[in-house]
């Protein structure tokens, strides 16, 4: 059993399991994407519908690492990876059957019929902006001075063509250069999306807004300083690849799943924050009640939000906003500039899949 | 400051802006000195148009409550403690006052129903002390 294909296996139930466990931290007034007010957070329907969603995700995680792991040794890596396209396409349908019974019982019923339905902001979100924990860069920045010192240093004394962890013989140049990129990609990529993410709206409940916008607060800095620590643990999984190619370490059989190790320790610590605080910090404790009294209930939106999960809004001069289910942030895909910003995230990845495919990895 | 505005409500979203801005800034929560988010941020945070922000902002502006230049952004230019007002302004303020009077009048409000709201209204405005105490006196005791 190959590095790769174990590794493959391994995203097989990981990807189950933080699908299935979604609505777990998604807000109670959004129920597989669907705004509902919170008073009908228990309805029947939606108590129905999870239970539900999480048999039926739980069935489509069990089979698909049933089969990922019976076809270990028989499959390439790459075909076990396959594997997850069918499991995401049957959550994403558990997720659809949920969403669309929840929302024909809210219209059939008119859940939001008579109340105040409104948008809060709290101005001291610009007054006094939460900072971006540039410290927390610092690993990160650590991991990819080291790989360029150790770079410098083996590079010289390489033969012309390497053979990587994967068996292929490739040129010491491509897969160097692909390993300082892969680094630079990861750090950019996430220092930058969460920079944006601090320009962008906190996600201010209408019900509870000045709470809301502490546990916001909290729960962006904790997230940030995680996502930061795991671009630092990817950009040391990179540095494990590097070694390993650049002929400073050698190992064998299942000790070959080295390099995924780190970064399969970032995702634990980010899925950890995301269980503990839940989208926008709704799971965090922070109530200060009495500091702004109820002003109505979160607008009900959901006809900006296509098949519940995309949010095109041309109104809406926002980059990034709170995702709709599980913890996170999405793209206003009715922003130009998100479609720019998407497009340079897919070039740079193109670009360096491009400069693989040219080397034969 | 919390701000909030009923998008779907009948009230046009700038006149909302306007309206919350300048209770806030009767209550003293925004004194005159005190900056407001820039138009496009406002505008982000409620997830409404650019254009819309901007026009409640002019409001602002027009009625001499709010500064905006480039430099310092959109600051309030006048509060409760800033003097008395323009007297070609009381005099339109007072038009529209009386019409608003009217209105509950019209609809059958009992005139002291009428008095214990401004009462409750004007007792929830940040005055400077001494017009604070004049008005406590002129209330009588509790």
Redesign the interface.
């Known amino acids: 059993m190959s590095a790769g294909a174990l590794a493959a296996a391994f995203t097989v139930p990981v990807v189950g399991a933080l699908t299935c466990s979604a609505p777990v931290v998604t807000r109670p007034t959004l129920q597989f994407g669907v705004r509902v007010p919170r008073e009908r957070a228990g309805a029947p329907v939606i108590r129905r519908e999870r239970r539900a969603y999480y048999w039926r995700t739980a069935a489509v995680g069990v089979c698909c690492t049933v089969v990922a792991v019976a076809v270990q040794g028989y499959w390439p890596s790459w075909l076990i990876r396959i594997i997850l396209l069918p499991e995401l396409a049957a959550d994403l349908g558990c997720f659809w059957v949920a969403r669309r019974k929840i929302a024909a019982v809210k219209n059939a019923d008119n859940w939001f019929a008579g109340l105040r339905q409104t948008i809060v902001t709290d101005t001291s979100w610009r007054s006094d902006p939460p900072r971006f924990p540039v410290r927390w860069l610092i690993p990160a920045l650590a991991v990819m001075a080291a790989t360029a010192a150790v770079g410098a240093l083996r590079y010289p004394g390489l033969p012309a063509h390497i053979v990587t962890g994967s068996g292929h013989r490739v040129s010491k140049s491509a897969v160097s250069v692909l390993v300082v990129a892969g680094q630079l990609y990861v750090t950019a990529l996430w220092s930058g999306l969460m920079l944006i993410i601090y320009r962008s709206r906190p996600d201010i409940e209408a019900a509870d807004p000045a709470a809301s916008t502490l546990r916001y607060r909290r729960f962006l800095a904790a997230f940030t300083r995680a996502l930061l620590i795991m671009a630092a643990l990817a950009d040391a999984s990179l540095l494990l690849v590097a070694l390993r190619d650049w002929q400073v370490y050698r190992l064998s059989g299942i000790g070959r799943a080295l390099p995924v190790l780190p970064f399969a320790a970032g995702m634990l610590l980010l899925a950890a924050v995301a269980a503990r605080a839940g989208q926008g910090g709704s799971r965090l404790n922070g109530n200060v009640r009495g500091l702004a009294l109820a002003t109505g209930v979160d607008r009900d939106d959901d006809r900006l939000w296509k098949a519940g999960l995309l949010y095109v809004n041309r109104d809406d001069p926002a980059v990034m906003v709170g995702s709709r289910f599980g913890v996170g942030w999405t793209f206003n895909l009715g922003n130009p500039v998100a479609w720019l910003i998407i497009a340079g995230i897919v070039a740079a990845l193109a670009g360096m899949a491009a400069i693989g495919a040219a080397a034969g990895i | ?8 409500g009948p009230v046009p979203i700038y006149q909302q802006i306007r309206d919350r801005i300048v209770e806030a800034i009767a209550r003293g929560r925004q004194p005159a000195g005190s ?4 138009i ?11 254009h819309t922000v901007n026009k409640g902002y002019d409001l602002l502006r027009q009625e001499g409550l709010l500064r905006l230049n480039r430099k310092s952004g959109a600051v309030v230019r006048r509060d409760a403690g800033s003097g008395p007002p323009d007297p070609g302004w009381v005099q339109d303020w007072t038009g529209r006052l009386r019409t608003l009077l009217a209105e509950a009048a019209a609809q059958g409000m009992p005139a002291t129903d009428i008095v214990r709201e401004c009462q409750a209204a004007i007792a929830d405005f940040a005055f400077p002390a001494a017009v604070a105490e004049a008005w406590n006196r002129s209330q009588g005791p509790p």
């Open positions: 400051m919390l701000l909030s505005i009923e998008p779907d900056a407001l988010p820039a496009r941020q406002l505008a982000v945070d409620l997830g409404v148009n650019f």
